[in-house]
Nanobody, 124 residues
């Protein structure tokens, strides 16, 4: 399974970005996926997750109401729409996949496959 995250960049506070994560190497099934982020000097933290069918989502409190996770299974792609960005959102964002199709989890231990990360920088 290969995951490629892209869409990061530099944005001013209050702006928006949409991250994408393209999955390959595993077809015929839909697996729960998530986004995590890691800021400089900090541990990796959970951001959002979505079930394989897209009917269940879960967000970290810090992004709830500002970020939206979605997926297009026909394109094997998961998205993270980020609105009202602030400097605290600056981090490398990683997409990841589980081996579960329905369950959603914020626990990093259940994510078996990881993308390479894309940098999001929010200027004040």
């Amino acid at each position: 399974v290969q995951l490629q995250a892209y869409g990061g960049g530099l944005v001013q506070a209050g702006g928006s970005l949409r991250l994408s994560c393209a999955a390959s190497g595993r077809t015929g099934s839909r697996y729960s996926m998530g986004w995590f982020r890691q800021a400089p000097g900090k541990e990796r933290e959970f951001v959002a997750t979505i079930s394989g069918g897209g009917d269940s989502t879960y967000y970290a409190d810090s992004v709830k109401g500002r970020f939206t996770i979605s997926r297009d299974n026909a394109k094997n792609t998961v998205y993270l729409q980020m609105n009202s960005l602030n400097p605290d959102d600056t981090a490398v964002y990683y997409c990841a996949s589980t081996n579960y199709q329905r369950a959603t989890t914020s626990n990093v231990r259940y994510y078996n496959y990881w993308g390479q990360g894309t940098l999001v920088t929010v200027s004040s």
